[in-house]
Nanobody, 121 residues
Framework: QVQLVESGGGLVQAGGSLRLSCAAS????????MAWYRQAPGKQRELVAA???????NYADSVKGRFTISRDNAKNTVYLQMNSLKAEDTAVYYC???????????????WGQGTQITVSS
């Protein structure tokens, strides 16, 4: 089993910044891919940003230039620095991790419990 624990959510004014963290723990041999998704009320969950273990990154067009994803492989932790926040960034943000519990295990896919980000305009 792998647990993902998110922190850093909250209420912020438009134009402000927040930093999310997600720490993975448990039976981990490797984590190949970590990502942040978000889901606003009445909308589908969408990819916000992703990072591989080689530090290759990918961002949703709506957050490019404002959000930065990074990871600390030694701590199995991924971060999301969010700047210039807008009201439309309001959502529940979820951490996601793909990896293996053993070198020969199938790839796992775990989600965090979600953290609320509310941006007031």
């Amino acid at each position: 089993q792998v647990q993902l624990v998110e922190s850093g959510g909250g209420l912020v004014q438009a134009g402000g910044s927040l930093r999310l963290s997600c720490a993975a723990s448990g039976s981990i041999f490797s984590i190949d891919f970590m990502a942040w998704y978000r889901q606003a009320p009445g909308k589908q969950r969408e990819l916000v940003a992703a990072i591989t273990n080689a530090d290759s990154t990918n961002y949703a067009d709506s957050v490019k230039g404002r959000f930065t994803i990074s990871r600390d492989n030694a701590k199995n932790t991924v971060y999301l620095q969010m700047n210039s926040l807008k009201a439309e960034d309001t959502a529940v943000y979820y951490c996601n991790a793909h990896g293996r519990s053993r070198s020969y295990s199938p790839v796992f896919n775990y989600w965090g419990q979600g953290t609320q980000i509310t941006v007031s305009s």
